[in-house]
């Protein structure tokens, strides 16, 4: 009866100390919020970030920003939400601070953010950057309609649940160049890591849906981050890109195989690199294809 009474005891101190681990708060440094934001370099980093691919649903007529096609995911569908600045349907009632919680730490209003919105890869982001976003965000035009629901099923439609899965995989933080490399090569490194978040989509993901880092860039065949390519420096140069060719595709579609890209990645150059500055495009070609 003893030996049962401890096996009891030890077992509820395990999972009393396994929820505290799994529930805890997951936040990165804390951020200057006192910086002033610049609607203009806001708008470049729109597009820098893919959030007129993921939040404009086109196809359907949507206007900008106010809501994009459903993602479907091991864990169900996720809708891209309404990010305008109307207050009740889209993001405008947001502070800055809530604004800046959700794309470092992954929380926004509502709770626990799904990691199908890649906080994963803005957390790296400087402070003025946030505060860019953020700025050109409120000064986009308003639209009242909101974005149809995602359709999540039990279980995971709980967001508390999120937190546990923070604390596995989610290691919130700011980007760091890498010592002796190339300022390019680092533009390069951050925006495939950060805002323009390759890797969210490029790198296989494990069953929790969470990216396999020792395997970034080398292709998901599926799954939450959907389908798309090895984009590794051996897989491009298998291809016959080089950096001015990698640029010009990232710019028009055109492969060197004289293919179109299309789907998703066809949406990401039409909505998002087609619209970069010629030394960013640079960056991040220099940067994938470096042996």
Known sequence: MRKRWWTAVAIAVIG???SAFLLKPVAGPARDLDV???VERGNYLIRLGGCVACHTDAASGRAYLSGGAGLETPFGTFVPPNITSDPDAGIGGWTLAQFADAMSNGMGPQGHLYPAFPYENYTLMSDQEIADLYAALMATEP?????PESEIPFPFNIRL???GWKNLFFSPDRFEPEEGQT???NRGMYLAYGPAHCVACHT?????GALEWDRALTGSPGGTGGRAPDITAAALVAEGYDVP???????????????VLGGAMGEVIADSTSHWAD???TALATYLLAE
């Open 161 to 163: 649940a999120m937190a």
């Open 16 to 18: 009393v100390g396994t």
């Open 183 to 185: 300022e390019g090569y």
């Open 245 to 259: 060719t990698l640029v010009q595709t990232l710019k028009d579609g055109f492969t060197p195989g004289f293919d």
């Open 36 to 38: 002033v934001g610049n």
């Open 143 to 147: 639209v009242s309609e909101p974005a």
């Open 279 to 281: 030394a960013d495009l």
């Open 204 to 208: 296989p993901r494990n069953a929790l």
